[in-house]
Nanobody, 122 residues
Framework: VQLQASGGGLVQPGGSLRLSCAAS????????MGWFRQAPGEEREWVSC????????YYAVSVKGRSTISRDNAKNTVYLQMNNLEPEDTAVYYC????????????????WGQGTQVTVSS
């Protein structure tokens, strides 16, 4: 079982990135998929989740309106499109999978990716 996150990088404020999370060893469509982030010296923070049942998206207030989570079950991949990025979005972003419904509690997630670095700076 593996989650491989990618798509991070250095971007200027106001820019965009699309993060990807490819799953292997399990069928992603049976899981709610979440994104978390962790900035240096900070606790891990829930960012977004897409439900398994009906693809309903959920967003943290900090990214709502600037981000879109989606899933492509045929590719066993979930995405996080982030627009109008701000320096405060700088963090390592992690994807995670849970058999339960979408939740912002990290302990409820069963599988985790290795993280991808997003740096927003001019």
């Amino acid at each position: 079982v593996q989650l491989q996150a990618s798509g991070g990088g250095l971007v200027q404020p106001g820019g965009s990135l699309r993060l990807s999370c490819a799953a292997s060893g399990f069928t992603l469509e049976n899981y709610a998929m979440g994104w978390f982030r962790q900035a240096p010296g900070e606790e891990r923070e829930w960012v977004s989740c897409v439900s398994a049942l009906d693809d309903t998206p959920y967003y943290a207030v900090s990214v709502k309106g600037r981000s879109t989570i989606s899933r492509d079950n045929a590719k066993n991949t979930v995405y996080l499109q982030m627009n109008n990025l701000e320096p405060e979005d700088t963090a390592v972003y992690y994807c995670a999978a849970t058999r339960e419904t979408c939740t912002y509690f990290a302990d409820e997630y069963d599988y985790w990716g290795q993280g991808t670095q997003v740096t927003v700076s001019s």
